[in-house]
């Protein structure tokens, strides 16, 4: 049974940073995609950023690209979201989600592609 746990949301000035976590379990994530997205109030879940496990290859979501960073600790079966010059619309509930992955990297940017969801930390930005 695959086990995704966010943690490291919590509330932060314009400009500042956080780093999220998603400790994975369950399987080996060898052959996996884990997605970061996030959803803010009455809106829609959106893509954020994805890592291949097995290459390190990365994508992200274009507003992001600059200032988020998505890495894989294989020794702790964790992937983070480095997030820096944050900014109010980036407030939201930020999801890790997983799938066993084979396909390019580029076309796991919708949420109905994966199986496997994390519970969801919060963050939030103030101005």
């Known amino acids: 049974q695959v086990q995704l746990v966010e943690s490291g949301g919590g509330l932060v000035q314009a400009a500042g940073s956080l780093r999220l976590s998603c400790a994975a379990s369950g399987r080996t994530f060898t052959n996996y995609v884990i997605g970061w997205f996030r959803q803010a109030p009455g809106k829609e879940r959106e893509f954020v950023a994805a890592i291949r496990w097995n290459s390190g290859s990365t994508y992200y979501e274009d507003s992001v690209k600059d200032r988020f960073t998505i890495s894989r600790d294989n020794a702790k079966n964790t992937v983070y979201l480095q997030m820096n010059s944050l900014k109010p619309e980036d407030t939201a509930v930020y999801y890790c989600?997983?799938?066993?992955?084979?396909?390019?990297?580029?076309?796991?940017?919708?949420?109905?592609?994966?199986?496997?969801w994390g519970q969801g930390t919060q963050v939030t930005v103030s101005s």
């Open positions: 989600a997983a799938k066993v992955a084979k396909a390019s990297l580029s076309t796991y940017y919708t949420a109905g592609r994966y199986d496997y």
